[in-house]
């Protein structure tokens, strides 16, 4: 506000601000049955993708990496990324029973990139979870590891897990990988609610650091 001839004359910068607002930000593919389809995104002008959907889950085991077809055969459940906190999904071996918060698994997503991506820095924000998670960027066709990130060291038992709260930051370089695998390797011994408690993110190296 400025004070000119005794009147009170408000300045353009509302209507600036207003004007800033038109822009909506494009709406995101999500994650259905494991895999999402980012063929047509553009990390530049679209933004960060937020993993956010039904990823592949398997109880009680760390799948090792294998190409996409091979290693979607050996995870068919699927368990809701956020907020699929182990307690509330159903047990795959007992019926009418729950899994326990305690324990470990592993989390599958695979993800076709758009074609314009090949040689750019990716990155994938793991951020905090409820557990300790390694984290593989696979090539889908052959398993080749891209990129590896781990908080802390999840183990099948107590004494040999570390558990670490911390956000990682894994860059990679799909190359001519336009389908890769997110391999998620999680142990869970010290919360009473285990599971990816936050959506992991997806972008360019440059905006996630930023």
């Known amino acids: 506000l400025i004070q000119i001839d005794g009147r009170l004359l408000l300045?353009?910068?509302?209507?600036?601000?207003?004007?800033?607002?038109?822009?909506?930000?494009?709406?995101?593919?999500?994650?259905?049955?494991?895999?999402?389809?980012?063929?047509?995104?553009?990390?530049d002008t679209d933004g960060i993708v937020?993993?956010?959907?039904?990823?592949?889950f398997a109880w009680d085991v760390f799948v090792e990496p294998l190409p996409g077809d091979v290693i979607r055969q050996r995870i068919k459940?699927?368990?809701?990324?956020?907020a699929g906190i182990w307690h509330t999904q159903p047990h795959p071996d007992k019926p009418g029973e729950f899994l326990p918060g305690q324990g470990h698994g592993t989390y599958l997503l695979e993800v076709l990139l758009p074609t314009m991506v090949?040689?750019?820095e990716l990155a994938l924000s793991g951020r905090n979870q409820g557990?300790?998670?390694?984290?593989?960027?696979?090539?889908?066709?052959?398993?080749?590891?891209?990129?590896t990130g781990s908080q802390g060291k999840p183990a099948e038992q107590f004494d040999d897990a570390i558990h670490v709260q911390f956000r990682p930051l894994i860059d990679f370089r799909p190359e001519q990988a336009n389908r890769i695998l997110l391999l998620a390797h999680m142990s869970n011994h010290d919360w009473a609610r285990g599971g990816i408690w936050l959506t992991p993110h997806l972008a360019t190296e440059d905006q996630l650091r930023r």
């Open 50 to 56: 937020e993993l956010k959907g039904s990823w592949r």
């Open 118 to 120: 090949s040689g750019q």
């Open 77 to 82: 459940q699927t368990i809701e990324v956020p």
């Open 11 to 43: 300045i353009g910068v509302v209507l600036l601000g207003l004007c800033s607002c038109a822009d909506s930000r494009r709406e995101q593919p999500v994650v259905l049955d494991g895999r999402i389809d980012l063929s047509d995104w553009n990390f």
């Open 131 to 147: 557990g300790a998670v390694r984290w593989f960027v696979l090539d889908a066709s052959d398993a080749e590891i891209l990129a």
